[in-house]
């Protein structure tokens, strides 16, 4: 058996043409979703990351807007200026680009913008909805693997669902997604014993540690679904992912690949929280 692969790139390009449809309806009513984008610093990935989120954004019509700080902004500053775009009405996004530098709190300026504008998903108020099976902004990349699933029509009810990995922008929320999916859900981390045992019975294995090739198929169960979100920079200076493709090919019955994978659905949930906030602000 060789796993069918699932292009995230294919089902992103797709989301991305329908939203381009109906973001033209909306700015016929007068509406235009407008997300906003702060970038701290210098650092390469993550230019890198808010090109691809500008590039998107021009093509399905939302409008977008980069604001650049230098690395030395205060986290007072930062504030103030958030502060400005939740009282903003043509914003319906606020997103600020991760990490920051170390003198800013993290949790203090995701907990600053306002739940209404949180299109990344990670405002306690919005993780709270999400626990409890309610209707939310909900984190992108975790969002975009529960399309991908359904986009392939895999079943997750009743699944054993193993998550390898507990950070809270990937593994502790694509848990709960695909427990409110009614998949049985297990979490392994760096202090799980025996860790190839949960592998080996996972019927859907999710893989987020970023370290590459973390997982071979070796423990993989036949016909297990593998998603693979680690995206790693091998010596060589390709992209790779946190699972050895190759041999967990042979075991899957659909596997995602790195790049192409996983990535750009990131970026399509990103286009779909921001234009479902701009509804809302409008009632739609």
Known sequence: MTAEVIFGSELAQSMRD????????LKSQGIVPGLTVILI??????KSYVLGKQRASEYVGVSSDLITMPEETTEEE????IAELNND???????????????????????????????????PINIGRMMTGKDTFFPCTPYGIIQMLKSKNISISGKHAVIIGRSNIVGKPVGQLLLNENATVTYCHSRTVDMEKYISEA???????GKAHFID??????GAVVIDVGVNRTEEGTLTGDVDFDSA???ASFITPVPKGVGPMTITMLLHNTIKSAKKSYNL
Request: aromatic fraction near 2%.
């Open 18 to 25: 329908e939203m381009k449809e109906e973001v033209s309806r």
């Open 41 to 46: 610093g210098d650092d390469p990935a993550s």
């Open 78 to 81: 930062l504030l103030t200026k």
């Open 89 to 123: 009405d043509k914003v319906n996004g606020i997103l600020v680009q991760l990490p920051l530098p170390n003198h800013i709190n993290e949790q203090k300026v995701i907990e600053a913008i306002i739940p209404e504008k949180d299109v990344d998903g990670f405002h």
């Open 203 to 209: 019927d859907i294995l999710v893989v987020a540690v």
């Open 217 to 222: 198929g070796t423990h993989i169960k036949n």
């Open 249 to 251: 090919k042979e075991k």
